[in-house]
């Protein structure tokens, strides 16, 4: 696509990057090794803007979050920055390391840009009293005790313990409109990091302490800029059933209701793979095309429906 009226009425693909695309499979969190993470995943992403795919970028930011929430809790006022503004930073920071990569590995393009997301969620979310999402480090169950926060047991293995947050429901992404006006523009926009800033409308918006889900984000801005296709890039080529037991079976093409039988039996990791099945889930029920799970080496042949887990109606 050359200029930009051949570019106005596309649909755009929105493209959900998980941890691994951003610490690398063992989740190194030093920044060279982010940057070396973050530069594979350009170049993984690089063959589908070639290919023609008008691309929206999201990403997650537990882990960083995470970290600098431990870097606030020594802090005092007035030096103690509220959760909703380290979500902030965590955009820029990891906004920053993507669109570097992509402007390095694509430097005949459109440059890329990050936009700070505001996502609306409502403050009478019950998430509020129930933290769920993890951030931050693992720890073990006797290093989670010693915490002064609230963690979860999140996964097996030796340091199973998170530190969590609230996290309510996504409901409309603030700035959806300038989004689409630099896709239209042909511009390749990083957007939602974090699952966006949680802001709630009282007349006017107010930051509020919480991280989003990105997976259920990115859903919701899918469907907003009117996206043909969800993709959530993971560790994983599909989406199993029975996963990591004798019974293992990977989801190939799957429609949302049978997405939902196995959310009600149980399938699914809690905090990994379900939360990224349920958003695919809902944005083909509220009408989306396809969303797609997939690792971003098998990007550009899920694209094409030949691999992933393909969520169609
Ligand atoms: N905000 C969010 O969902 O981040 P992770 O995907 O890194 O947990």
Redesign the pocket.
């Known amino acids: 696509m050359d200029d930009d009226s051949q570019r106005a009425g596309t649909e755009p693909i929105v493209v959900a990057l998980?941890?691994n695309t951003?610490l690398g499979s063992q989740g190194h969190w030093t920044f060279d090794e982010q940057r070396e993470a973050v530069a594979r995943t350009a170049r993984q992403l690089a063959d589908a803007i070639h290919a023609g795919y008008d691309v929206v970028l999201t990403?997650?930011?537990?882990?960083?979050?995470g970290t600098l929430l431990l870097q606030q809790d020594n802090v005092e006022e007035p030096a103690r920055r509220p959760l909703d503004v380290l979500?902030a930073e965590t955009q820029a920071q990891i906004g920053y390391l993507v669109q570097q990569a992509l402007d390095n590995e694509l430097p005949d393009s459109t440059d890329s840009v990050t936009v700070v997301t505001q996502v609306v969620v409502d403050p009478d979310d019950p998430a509020f009293e129930t933290p769920t999402?993890?951030?931050g480090p693992f720890y073990t169950e006797a290093q989670a005790a010693e915490r002064a926060f609230e963690t979860r047991r999140v996964r097996s293995g030796d340091r199973p313990y998170r530190r969590v947050v609230p996290?309510p429901e996504p409901i409309e992404v603030v700035e959806d409109e300038e989004i689409t006006s630099l896709v239209e523009r042909g511009t390749l926009v990083v957007a939602a990091g974090?699952?966006g800033v949680p802001v709630v409308r009282d007349g006017t918006l107010r930051g509020v302490e919480a991280?989003?889900?990105?997976?259920?984000?990115s859903q919701v801005l899918a469907a907003e800029l009117g996206a043909e296709t969800l993709v959530v890039l993971t560790d994983v080529e599909f989406a199993y059933v029975g996963y990591e037991t004798a019974d293992e079976r990977p989801l190939r093409r799957v429609s949302p209701a049978a997405v939902r039988g196995h959310l009600e039996a149980g399938e699914f990791g809690e905090?990994s793979m379900r939360?990224k099945m349920e958003a695919c889930c809902r944005f083909v029920e509220r009408g989306g095309e396809r969303a797609v799970v997939t690792t971003p080496d098998r990007l550009l042949e899920a694209l094409a429906g030949e691999t992933g887990t393909q969520v169609r109606a």
């Open positions: 998980g941890g951003l990403h997650g930011n537990g882990p960083q979050v979500v999402k993890p951030v996290s974090g699952g991280v989003v889900d990105k997976d259920k984000t905090g939360p």
